[in-house]
């Protein structure tokens, strides 16, 4: 999949996806893990993301998939050893996403101390919306994340309450990998996060983005 960044004259594709864990204080103590002392990055796969108007597909193997909202931060000046001061300066665009979980296959690879690759990786597991241009955003320390599930809400918060602030992460992440345009940080849950069923409707928004709208669908069975 292939995304346009603000200014840009071609699409170029999406590159890694470096998500946050436990980047809300609240959302640590809601799944009972410790407070990170610094970020605690995971990878997805690209080709687990979808757009607006998409539909999460729910994979057989799991029974217990788990909606969590998150800003996303669209790189689009690359970069290695970032400094904290110029971190923002790489971002093309914001956008509200979902990190879909399946959080049974999640739980058993914490117990084995195994990976959480294939809990979190699985096709349609990272909504993305529509990019905003970075600078049509405001602070992005200021920004009102939400996710209404069937008209109801079911998590909201302010990225003030973030542990590692965006440009931390940006910061920090370029401490290890590469950063080039078209990666995607996924900066971190708020806490609410629950389940999901087919045919669930689940609306994403953050201020100064356009909102993000995904049905969530049963996967076909297994021959």
Same mark, same amino acid.
């Given at each position: 999949m292939k995304i346009s960044l603000p200014g840009a004259n071609t699409a170029i594709p999406i590159g890694k996806l470096l998500c946050i864990g436990r980047n809300y204080a609240? =959302?640590?103590e809601e799944m009972q893990s410790d407070v990170p002392d610094e970020p605690m990055v995971f990878l997805k796969p690209a080709s687990a993301v979808i757009r607006s108007g998409d539909a999460v597909v729910l994979p057989n193997r799991s029974r217990d998939v788990h909606h969590e909202v998150e800003l996303v931060a669209v790189i689009g000046t690359g970069g290695t050893g970032i400094s904290r001061e110029e971190a923002l300066d790489h971002v093309a665009a914001y956008a509200v996403?979902?990190?879909?979980?399946?959080?049974? $296959?999640?739980?058993?690879?914490?117990e084995r101390g =195994?990976?959480?690759?294939?809990a979190k990786g699985f096709d349609t597991f990272a909504p993305l919306g529509p990019l905003t241009p970075a600078d049509q955003v405001g602070d992005v320390q200021d920004l009102t994340v939400s996710l209404r599930v069937n008209g109801k809400t079911r998590q909201e918060a302010t990225t003030q309450?973030? $542990?590692?602030?965006?440009?931390?992460? $940006? =910061?920090?992440?370029?401490?290890?990998?590469t950063l080039a345009p078209g990666d995607l940080i996924y900066t971190g849950t708020p806490d609410g996060v629950g389940p999901v069923s087919a045919g669930d409707v689940l609306e994403a928004t953050a201020t100064?983005?356009?909102p993000l709208r995904v049905e969530v669908e049963a996967g076909r069975q297994e021959e």
């Open positions: 609240r =959302h640590a996403g979902l990190d879909m979980t399946a959080r049974d $296959i999640q739980s058993r690879a914490k =195994h990976p959480w690759s294939v309450d973030m $542990i590692f602030p965006v440009a931390e992460l $940006i =910061h920090s992440c370029s401490q290890i990998f100064g983005c356009a």
